[in-house]
C-alpha cells in the first residue's frame, strides 16, 4: 500500500479533497445551494489516510460531513459534485443531496443524522459474515456520534459477535459548538474500546501518513476475523459545522492556531520537502492542477439540468401506494 | 433445505403457530431472509411466534440480539443494502419510539434519497393492541407509522390473511411494518369467522387490498384488527332487525383500500369507522376524508368514528373498557348512523 500510495500521491489526493469542498462552498456563496452545507475542510488527512486499504466490496457509512471519505471509497467526483448540487445527474438524481448520498456500486451511504451510521454500518459486516468472505465494513461517526446509544449498542454488538466491523471516529473536538471534552466521559474515545474488548487505537489524524498506518491496522484487525476495531483520529474542522455557522465559540487564537498548525496539507508537504521528495514547483503544480480539475468539473455541472419536476413523486415505494 | 414443511399440515394452529410456520416456509424459500429482535431465538419469541426457526436455521439467521432496538434495526438497514431480507422483531409496537430514527429516517426514506438507487426489502413485525397490559404495552400505532411515507402498514385480523399478508411482506421489495394484535396469538385457527381454512400450500395475499367480509346494504363498518370479529358480531345482531351491516377489513393501513370502502358506501351511504387506534390524526379521519373526497359529499349521507378517543390506555380493566370499542358501543353508533332513517322515509 506505501508503494501505491507515497505521501506524494496522498498529497494529491487531499489536493483534490480540499479543491473538492472549495467547489461546494462556492455553491453557497453563489446562492446555488440551498440549506446546510458540512464541509471538511482541515480534515483531508482522515479521508486521505483511508486511500489504499479497502477494496471496492468494502462498504463505507459515512455521516452528514462525508465528501472526503466518497472520494477516498473512489466515489466518481462528477456525479457526487452533481448530487451536492441537486442535479439529475447527481447519484441520486438531485434527490439525497449533500447529506444524503448513496453509491451503492462502490458501497458507499451516508446519513444526516449523527450516530445513525453506525448501525448501519455493522450491518455490512453482518451481512459479510453471512456471505462468509472477509469483506470489512467502514462506519464512520465524529466526537459528538460517541455520545449517542447507537456508537454504544453497535460497538457492543460487533463485539460480541465479533463482526469485521471499523468504526472510525473524526475527533475535531466540537460536537457543532460544545467543546467534546465537556461532554464526553472517560480517559479518551479510543479507550472506550477497551470497555467492549475491542482494538482501540487514536491517531493524529493530521497526519496522513500516521492516519494511513492507523487505519491500515484497524482494516487488518477486522479483516482477520479478531472483531471489532475502533479508530480515533484528530483532527481540525477549519470552517464552522456548517456554512452559516457564526463559530462563535472558537477564539481567534485557537482557529489561527489550528490553521498554523494542523493543516493537513501543510505538514504532508513540509514533510515532502524536508525528505527531497518533491520541490516546491512540484506541490505548486499539484494544488494548481487539482483547483483547474475541480473548476472544470463545477463547470460542467453547473450546466447540468435539474431533476424533472415528476421526480418528485417516484421512489417513493417500489410499489405505487394509493 | 427440501425438507417437507410440516408446517403446513399443523392441524388447527393458532396465531403464533401461524405466524412461525409462514416465516420458516419463507425462510426455507428465500435464503436471503435474516430473522432479528430481542428473544426470537433460543426462547422461540415472546409471544411464540418463532418457536422452532433457532433450530432450523442457527444463530446466524435468526439472532437473538440484546436489547438494542435502535442497534439492531439500523443493523437491518445495512443488511438490506448488502441484498439480504431482515425481518425484525419489535417485541412491542410501544417499543418502537427507541428505533423510529432507523424506521423513519432510513428504512422509510433510503429508496427515495437514493432515486430508486437502494432497495430497503425490511420486514418489522410487532405486536399491538389492548390485552390489558396498560400504556406503555398496548398501543396500535399503525396510524402513527402510517402516517410516514415510504412505509407500508399492515394488520392482519384471521389465520389466512396472517400467513399471506406476512408471506407478501416478506416477498415485497418495500419496507413493511406488519402489526400483529396480542389478543390473536393464542386463538386457534378454527375459532375465527373468517380466514380459519388455511392451504397446505404457499399462497400470498395482495397487501393493499381489502376484503369484505360481510355483505350488507344499510350501513358500512371498515375496521382492521379484532374489531372485525366485534363488528361482525354486531352485524349478526342487527341482521335480526334486519338492519344489513357490511363490514369491510381494511387489512393494511398503507396503502389504504379505500376504492373498496368507497365502493361499499356508494351502495349503503353511511360509513362507520371502527378502529382501536388514537381517533385524532389518525386512520378514521383519513378514510372518511378519503371516501368524501372519493364520492363526494352527496353520496356519503351520515359517517362517523369510533376509536380510542385520544387517551393513554389505563391499567384497570374497567378503565380499559371505557376507551376501547366494543360491540354495545360498535352497535349505538351503527344506530345512530341510521337515526336519518326517520324523517327519510
Same mark, same amino acid.
Given at each position: 500500500m506505501g508503494e501505491r500510495f507515497p505521501l506524494l500521491e496522498r498529497y494529491r489526493a487531499m489536493c483534490?479533497?480540499?479543491?473538492?469542498?472549495?467547489?461546494?462552498l462556492e455553491g453557497v456563496r453563489n446562492g446555488e445551494l440551498r440549506g446546510e452545507l458540512h464541509l471538511a475542510v482541515g480534515q483531508e488527512g482522515v479521508a486521505a489516510g483511508m486511500l489504499g486499504t479497502l477494496r471496492q466490496t468494502d462498504w463505507m457509512v459515512s455521516t452528514h460531513r462525508s465528501h472526503l471519505h466518497a472520494i477516498a471509497k473512489g466515489v466518481p467526483l462528477r456525479p457526487l459534485?452533481?448530487?451536492?448540487?441537486?442535479?439529475?445527474?447527481g447519484l441520486c438524481g438531485g434527490k439525497g443531496g449533500h447529506l444524503h448520498l448513496f453509491a451503492p456500486e462502490q458501497r458507499f451511504s451516508t446519513t444526516g443524522i449523527v450516530g445513525s451510521s453506525l448501525p448501519v454500518a455493522l450491518g455490512h459486516a453482518y451481512a459479510a459474515r453471512l456471505d462468509g468472505t472477509d469483506d470489512v465494513a467502514v462506519g464512520i461517526t465524529g466526537d459528538g456520534g460517541v455520545n449517542t446509544g447507537q456508537f454504544h449498542e453497535t460497538l457492543n454488538m460487533a463485539a460480541i459477535w465479533q463482526l469485521p466491523l471499523v468504526i472510525v471516529v473524526e475527533n475535531n473536538r466540537y460536537a457543532i459548538s460544545v467543546p467534546s471534552r465537556d461532554v464526553t466521559a472517560g480517559p479518551g474515545i479510543a479507550e472506550r474500546a477497551r470497555a467492549y474488548g475491542a482494538w482501540g487505537s487514536r491517531v493524529d489524524g493530521t497526519d496522513v501518513e500516521l492516519m494511513a498506518d492507523g487505519f491500515r491496522a484497524a482494516v487488518g484487525h477486522a479483516r482477520a476475523g479478531e472483531g471489532p476495531a475502533l479508530l480515533e483520529a484528530t483532527c481540525f474542522r477549519f470552517r464552522g459545522h456548517f456554512e452559516g455557522d457564526v463559530d462563535h465559540y472558537r477564539s481567534e487564537e485557537e482557529k489561527r492556531r489550528m490553521i498554523a498548525?494542523? /493543516?493537513?496539507?501543510?505538514?504532508? !508537504? %513540509?514533510? *515532502?520537502? /524536508?525528505?527531497?521528495?518533491?520541490? !516546491? %514547483?512540484? *506541490?505548486?503544480?499539484?494544488?494548481?492542477?487539482?483547483r483547474r480539475t475541480m473548476r472544470s468539473l463545477l463547470h460542467e455541472v453547473r450546466a447540468d439540468p435539474p431533476p424533472p419536476p415528476a421526480d418528485a413523486f417516484r421512489d417513493v415505494l417500489a410499489r405505487n401506494p394509493r | 433445505m427440501t425438507e417437507a414443511t410440516p408446517a403446513l399440515a399443523r392441524r388447527d394452529p393458532n396465531i403464533s403457530q401461524v405466524i412461525a410456520d409462514t416465516i420458516r416456509m419463507e425462510m426455507e424459500r428465500?435464503?436471503?431472509i435474516v430473522f432479528l429482535g430481542e428473544d426470537v431465538g433460543?426462547?422461540?419469541?415472546t409471544f411464540g411466534a418463532s418457536r422452532g426457526l433457532h433450530r432450523r436455521f442457527g444463530d446466524w439467521r435468526v439472532r437473538d440480539t440484546p436489547i438494542s432496538e435502535m442497534g439492531f434495526t439500523g443493523l437491518a438497514v445495512g443488511l438490506a443494502m448488502s441484498g439480504w431480507r431482515p425481518l425484525v422483531e419489535v417485541m412491542f409496537v410501544d417499543f418502537i419510539g427507541v428505533c423510529l430514527e432507523q424506521i423513519y429516517n432510513a428504512i422509510a426514506k433510503n429508496r427515495y434519497m437514493s432515486g430508486?438507487?437502494?432497495?430497503?426489502?425490511?420486514?418489522i413485525r410487532t405486536a399491538g393492541g389492548c390485552i390489558g397490559v396498560a400504556a406503555q404495552h398496548s398501543q396500535c400505532l399503525w396510524g402513527t407509522l402510517a402516517h410516514l411515507p415510504g412505509l407500508q402498514v399492515v394488520v392482519p385480523s384471521n389465520p389466512y390473511d396472517f400467513r399471506g399478508l406476512l408471506a407478501a411482506s416478506l416477498e415485497s421489495d418495500d419496507p413493511t411494518i406488519v402489526i400483529e394484535h396480542k389478543d390473536l396469538y393464542l386463538r386457534r385457527a378454527s375459532s375465527f369467522r373468517v380466514g380459519a381454512e388455511l392451504p397446505p400450500h404457499r399462497f400470498l395475499v395482495e397487501i393493499g387490498r381489502a376484503a369484505v367480509v360481510r355483505e350488507g346494504s344499510d350501513v358500512t363498518i371498515a375496521t382492521l384488527s379484532?374489531?372485525?370479529e366485534r363488528s361482525l358480531r354486531v352485524a349478526d345482531r342487527l341482521a335480526a332487525e334486519r338492519i344489513e351491516v357490511e363490514v369491510v377489513d381494511l387489512r393494511s393501513v398503507c396503502p389504504l383500500d379505500h376504492d373498496t370502502v368507497a365502493r361499499s358506501v356508494a351502495k349503503t351511504s353511511r360509513l362507520l369507522v371502527v378502529d382501536e387506534d388514537y381517533r385524532s390524526f389518525g386512520l378514521s379521519g383519513e378514510l372518511v376524508a378519503r371516501v368524501v373526497e372519493a364520492l363526494g359529499p352527496s353520496r356519503v349521507r351520515a359517517t362517523s368514528r369510533l376509536a380510542n378517543p385520544d387517551v393513554p390506555i389505563p391499567a384497570a380493566l374497567v378503565l380499559e373498557r371505557e376507551i376501547i370499542p366494543d360491540e354495545d358501543r360498535i352497535e349505538r353508533a351503527v344506530r345512530s348512523l341510521l337515526d336519518d332513517r326517520v324523517p327519510d322515509a
Open positions: 483534490v479533497m480540499r479543491a473538492f469542498e472549495e467547489a461546494c459534485l452533481a448530487e451536492i448540487y441537486e442535479k439529475a445527474t498548525e494542523g /493543516d493537513p496539507l501543510r505538514i504532508a !508537504a %513540509a514533510r *515532502l520537502l /524536508d525528505r527531497g521528495q518533491a520541490d !516546491a %514547483a512540484t *506541490l505548486s503544480a499539484i494544488e494548481a492542477d487539482a | 428465500d435464503p436471503t433460543y426462547s422461540g419469541g430508486g438507487r437502494v432497495r430497503m426489502p425490511v420486514t379484532t374489531m372485525v
